[in-house]
């Protein structure tokens, strides 16, 4: 009987954990794993899931006391992290410090949008606020940060949501910017409204003087299960650009644009030292694939990743379906946060929580880049140009595939 019990309880337990969003009680699978594992082992098994920045264990870097107590009394996660480069002999370090944020909605949906969105403004500032006092230069929200991310009810009136590039919530942010000489990746629904008020999916990047530096649109648009956006926007047109800030030059790959290993090569051609990825996904459909896609990026193209997920669980007044066979349902999932930094290197950050609102900052020596584009030569020996003649003919409508078959494969056996 009192083992049937106890089954039962960790069982209860267990669901709790699902409702919640916790991972079995723990905020990340880092802190599972710490929390369970002896000291020794679990510095071993660190090492082989998120690696070695330089051969060493990454340095958790302390954090000012006014961000603490910022992250007690709002209860968001707080972690920071460095990653170094090795010393050179012709250049100083060039060490900058990133930040990302990630969140929940805080009113119900069926709350009056412009107290919806003021509400998110509200809880987001502390954050800011926190990342200003721990000297953050950069720091980028998650995709869509301002709104409920609706796109899966296929209702037109989110799009109430939309804002021009200088609209309200980059407003907001300049002012931050300002305040604390932080260049902020803000992404946002854009009404473009000198094209007919067309809406888009954007990131606007706002200079550390509170000027607006550019934006980039959003290049890849997911069609999958609740992920059908187009009803509200298509892919974007600005291509692949790359933004010369005052601490580096960094660029934007939105959500769904990580699922495509040339996205983040043509960023990566471009010059780009830093891409963020700002995201909105659920745990059924991409986590097994959540930290896998961005750190093969940053290894790839030798320049370091900032990946930001929201958190939480969204429900929409109206039951929806999305044409894949299950039946109606009134939210897309849970927002599993999990936000991170990975670096050139192949290590990476622990991940933020994935049911808590949280601030993740990072320094990272801008040399790194460098460092490894010399080490494993990527750049030097790819075949750009037998790429590039690869998909100018598969362009082709004509084009037939490479494909050379074995001549006694079809051959009839006597």
């Known amino acids: 009987m009192e083992t049937a019990r106890n089954g039962q309880a960790e069982a209860d337990a267990a669901a709790a954990a699902v409702r919640d969003g916790s991972i079995c009680g723990h905020e990340s699978l880092d802190r599972l794993l710490r929390d369970n ?43 920071a992290f460095r990653f170094t480069a090795e ?25 009056s949008f412009l107290d919806q969105k003021r509400a998110i403004h509200q809880k987001v500032k502390p954050m800011i606020d926190a990342a200003g006092a721990s000297g953050v230069n950069i720091l980028c929200l998650q995709e869509a940060w301002m709104m409920p991310f609706a796109f899966c009810t296929r209702e037109k009136r989110w799009c109430e949501f939309a804002e ?10 300049q002012d931050l910017a300002k305040k604390y000489n932080m ?23 706002i200079g550390n003087h509170g000027n607006i530096i550019g934006k980039h649109r959003k290049n890849h648009i997911p069609r999958v299960g609740d992920f059908n956006e187009s009803t509200y926007y298509m892919e974007g047109n600005t291509g692949h650009p790359v933004f010369e800030t005052a601490y580096g030059k960094i660029a934007v790959n939105i959500c769904y644009g990580r699922h495509h290993p040339l996205n983040w090569l043509a960023f990566g051609l471009n010059g780009a030292e830093i891409v963020f990825n700002p995201s909105a996904t659920v745990g059924e459909l991409s986590e097994p694939m959540w930290p896998i896609e961005a750190r093969n990026a940053a290894i790839a193209n030798s320049y370091f990743v900032g990946s930001i997920n929201r958190v939480g669980t969204e429900t929409f007044p109206n039951p929806f379906t999305s044409g894949d066979e299950k039946p109606q349902h009134a939210d897309f999932g849970h927002f599993y946060g999990s936000s991170h930094f990975s670096a050139p290197d192949a290590s990476c950050t622990p991940s933020l929580s994935r049911h808590r609102d949280g601030l993740l900052v990072s320094d990272m020596d801008l040399n790194l880049c460098r460092q490894l584009k010399d080490k494993w030569g990527f750049r030097m020996t790819a075949r750009y140009e037998l790429y590039a003649d690869m998909l100018a003919q598969y362009l082709k409508p004509d084009f037939e595939p490479q494909v050379i078959s074995d001549p006694l494969l079809h051959k009839k056996s006597c």
Not at 183 to 199: S, Y
């Open 164 to 173: 021009p590039v200088d609209g309200e919530s980059t407003r907001f942010l």
């Open 87 to 111: 010393k050179e002999l012709l250049r100083e370090p060039q060490v900058v410090r990133v930040g990302l944020i990630q969140n929940a909605i805080v009113l119900p949906t069926t709350a």
């Open 183 to 205: 260049v902020i990746v803000n992404p946002i629904l854009e009404r473009d409204i000198n094209h007919g008020e067309t809406i888009w999916n954007t990131a606007v990047i």
């Open 37 to 79: 594992l002896s000291p020794q082992v679990f510095q071993e098994v660190s090492r082989l899931l998120i690696g070695q920045n330089c051969g060493r264990t990454l340095e958790a870097v302390p954090l000012a006391d006014f961000a603490k107590a910022l992250s007690s009394e709002c209860n968001f996660d707080i972690q």
